[in-house]
Every structure is written in structure tokens, then in C-alpha cells.
């Protein structure tokens, strides 16, 4: 009996460190459609920068999430004729040097690293370290986020985090 217990403790810590949530910003991914989703969005947030005619992407500006400011925030809805669900989600905010936006991408890993299974990896288009954070929910071999950073535009960085896409609608055969 002590051996089951045992291993039945060490099953649920090993799962602890690799929890993904399913929410961000009290939108849930699968289940969410857009119109669910938008006046939660607009309460949290305000008004957003865009909203598109088809239902698919709402841009939000100069949030706070989690206690961090993001200049932009894009969640996606992938969808069918018939219904939409939430899918996938940018967090990121610009910056004149590469110091700063590395600095940033580091300050958010931190606060991740004692509620998910990070790695690190170089991301072989900016030449700059990229964290997997947790575990898909929809796929075991991806990661739930991907906190980065890399040039963007011309004279700037950004960094931020990518939660998704995750797949929900299946349209295999």
C-alpha cells in the first residue's frame, strides 16, 4: 500500500510541473466563442483597438494582465460556418533595445517558472532564447506558451507570449 501511495504522489507533483491552465483573461480556449468572449474582454480591458467583421480576431491595447503592462493583446477564434471558439492568444509589448525586451521576456519567465515546466531553446530565426512554457491542451508534444522575444520592424524589439493555437475544431477525416 505505501508503494501505491508513493507513486501516486509522485504522479501528481510530476503533473503539478507541467499544469496548464485553460483560461487567459477568463476566456476559455475550446469552449469560448466571440460573442461570449467579447463582453468579458470589454469588461476586463475596454474598448478594443480592432474588432473584425467576421468574428475572428479583437486587438486590444495597453492592457495589464497578470500584473505585467502588454502594449497589445490578440485573441483568435478559429472557426466553422456553424460556431467559433477561442484558439489562440499574443501578449507582447515593443521596445527600442534588445536588452529591454529580453529583460522583459526574462521577468515573465520568472513568474512562470514556479507554476509550469519551462525549456529554453534558441529560436533559430531571431537567434534569441525562447522559453516552451507547459503543455498543450490539445497536443502533448507542443507547448501551452511560448515566451520570446526578436527584432520587430525596423528600428525596434518586442517580446511577449504566445499562448496556442490549439486546435479545436477538427476537421480530419
Excluded at 487567459?24 to 469588461?43: H, R
Excluded at 505585467?68 to 493583446?73: E, G, I, N, R, T
Excluded at 511560448?146 to 518586442?158: H, I, K, L, P, T
Amino acid at each position: 500500500m505505501k508503494k501505491v501511495l508513493s507513486l501516486l504522489a509522485i504522479l501528481i507533483s510530476s503533473t503539478g510541473l507541467s499544469y496548464s491552465q485553460s483560461k487567459v483573461a477568463d476566456i476559455e480556449f475550446g469552449k469560448t466563442s466571440y460573442e461570449e468572449a467579447i463582453p468579458k474582454l470589454k469588461y476586463k480591458f475596454g474598448e478594443p483597438t480592432m474588432d473584425d467583421d467576421e468574428g475572428r480576431i479583437v486587438i486590444f491595447s495597453d492592457i495589464y494582465y497578470a500584473g505585467q503592462k502588454f502594449d497589445k493583446a490578440w485573441f483568435f477564434f478559429e472557426s466553422t460556418t456553424t460556431y467559433n471558439v477561442f484558439n489562440k492568444c499574443w501578449l507582447y509589448s515593443c521596445f527600442r533595445t534588445a536588452k529591454e525586451a529580453k529583460e522583459f521576456r526574462d521577468e515573465i519567465v520568472a513568474k512562470l517558472r514556479d507554476k509550469y515546466k519551462v525549456t529554453e531553446e534558441i529560436d533559430l530565426k531571431t537567434k534569441f532564447k525562447k522559453y516552451n512554457v507547459g503543455v498543450s491542451p490539445t497536443d502533448s508534444t507542443k507547448p501551452y506558451m511560448v515566451v520570446s522575444a526578436g527584432r520587430f520592424g525596423d528600428n525596434g524589439y518586442s517580446a511577449g507570449i504566445n499562448y496556442g493555437p490549439f486546435e479545436y475544431i477538427n476537421e480530419n477525416f
